[in-house]
């Protein structure tokens, strides 16, 4: 079993989540969160004055996943959160050793 994680673009949310679906994901965790990479954020006006934004809304999204899902779900995320500019996001990919469904007990790969 596989977590991954995928920091996007906000926008593009509803696209990954689609493309997901369309790959047989049954469930996904949303987090609003804020970061930076090589963007290294940027600069906006406000009442006169520029101010420094330098941690940009992102998205991140966990998808507990089997391992024969990996590579189509992986495929899924990036062809749907692909925009060609920076920021465009990240994936991680880490091994779970255990997953338990609270409601019926249930272990392993029936439980995700």
């Known amino acids: 079993m596989k977590l991954i994680t995928a920091i996007i673009k906000p926008f ?3 696209d990954v989540r689609e493309a997901l679906a369309d790959v047989g994901v049954q469930g996904v965790t949303l987090s609003e ?10 600069t906006e006006l ?15 999204l966990e998808i507990a ?20 500019k920076i920021g465009d996001g990240k994936i991680f990919v880490r091994h779970l ?13 029936e439980a995700v």
């Open 46 to 60: 406000y009442r006169g004055a520029e101010y420094a934004v330098d941690f940009l809304p992102k998205a991140k």
């Open 12 to 14: 593009k949310v509803d």
């Open 97 to 109: 050793e255990q997953v338990i469904r609270i409601r019926t007990s249930e272990q392993g790969p």
């Open 33 to 42: 969160v804020r970061g930076f990479g090589r963007q290294k954020g940027h």
């Open 65 to 84: 996943i089997c391992d024969e899902q990996e590579d189509s779900v992986i495929e899924a995320i990036t062809n749907a959160a692909h925009t060609g």
